[in-house]
């Protein structure tokens, strides 16, 4: 047989493997997600339906999920990193898991101060948080501003969760990037004064601490307050009817917000069709499906909040670019430490 055609027909086998290989690889998308499968896995076997691409799932705790990338390096089959808090996707971004990607539609979906400058990640939902009080015991005309916490009013009337919590983190690390250092250290050296009790549980905790009348006030993400009023615990439903959220700071930057937001990883082998799943992430659907599901605010313009939400009132967000909660974190816990915040 000839040898310049058993070369071409090996170079065209060759090729056809290949190309079928890319085929497969661009079927499907594995997802690390620090969001609870409930939350998101309805999501994605919608997309799996309309996409044709296979979504393959691994849920964890957001710290847990990092720590893996980071192990399993060049070699971790993830393909799109899902967690919550800007300080969290940053933190992956430094540890060089993540790579840029660029999307009209992600650019255009999701505000300028919702995703990492250079590309990395992208919010894909927005939360705040605000204050929660006594409707009992407090009036609203009694609150202002974050700043306003640490009026000797409020002495042992103030319940928080730990500062190990990233939440409370990138709070800290907003007004560094307000404030700078020493008025961000006077203020929080001030909030632990006010102190109702050590610091301890989640943000529900702290809802059900206020009820109870452990404490007036709480800081809390306000999907918590959300959940715990749809919740099928009876007692988590009346401890939420007796307090009402507050969105402080409204004459000046407006409320704290923070992101559950996603990223390529650097690893990923199906880019194409991890973009693909991401840009369905911010559809007009999946954006009201989130806001109705899990009581989170549209991150993309337009959608409507879930009828919930919409009972809060409207509220003005600090306009804060969201990186900056990840530059400011390490300094936000040494600040924290040194105020005492346990």
């Not at 006077?186 to 109702?196: D, I, M």
């Not at 499906?289 to 899990?294: H, I, Q, R, T, V």
Request: charged letters at 25%; proline letters at 4%.
């Amino acid at each position: 047989m000839n040898t310049n055609f058993i070369s071409k027909l090996y170079s065209a086998i060759a090729l056809g493997m290949l190309l079928i290989a890319s085929v497969v690889s661009a079927t499907e998308v594995n997802i690390y997600s620090a969001r609870k499968e409930d939350l998101i896995k309805p999501i994605l076997q919608e997309f799996e339906k309309k996409s044709g691409i296979e979504v393959n799932l691994i849920t964890g705790k957001a710290d847990a999920l990092l720590q893996r990338l980071i192990s399993e390096g060049k070699n971790s089959p993830a393909d799109i990193l899902i967690t919550t808090d800007a300080g969290r996707l940053y933190r992956a971004k430094n540890a060089n898991v993540l790579q840029s990607i660029t999307s009209d539609v992600l650019v255009d979906s999701i505000p300028e101060q919702y995703r990492d400058p250079e590309g990395y990640w992208y919010g894909l939902t927005l939360r705040a948080r605000p204050i929660v009080y006594a409707l009992d015991r407090v009036k609203p005309e009694q609150l202002s501003t974050y700043e306003a916490l640490t009026d000797s009013k409020w002495k042992q009337k103030i319940c928080i969760r730990s500062s190990d919590n990233i939440y409370n983190q990138s709070l800290i690390a907003s007004f560094l990037a307000h404030w700078g250092e020493e008025k961000t250290l006077a203020w929080t050296s001030s909030l632990v004064k006010n102190f109702a009790r050590p610091p301890q549980g989640g943000d529900r905790d702290q809802i059900k601490a206020v009820a109870s009348g452990q404490c007036d006030i709480a800081l809390v993400n306000n999907y918590y307050l959300g959940n715990m009023l749809t919740s099928k615990d009876e007692s988590e439903v009346e401890a939420a009817k007796k307090v009402k959220i507050y969105w402080p700071n409204q004459e000046d930057r407006g409320a704290h917000v923070n992101i559950s937001g996603a990223a390529i990883t650097t690893s990923s082998k199906n880019q194409a069709a991890a973009i693909q799943l991401l840009e369905y992430l911010v559809s007009d659907t999946t954006q009201q499906w989130y806001a109705e599901k899990n009581l989170e605010y549209p991150i993309k313009p337009g959608i409507q909040p879930s009828e919930i939400l919409q009972s809060w009132g409207e509220f003005k967000a600090d306009s804060l670019s969201l990186h900056q909660l990840g530059e400011y974190n390490a300094k936000a816990v040494i600040i924290m430490d040194q105020a005492q915040w346990k």
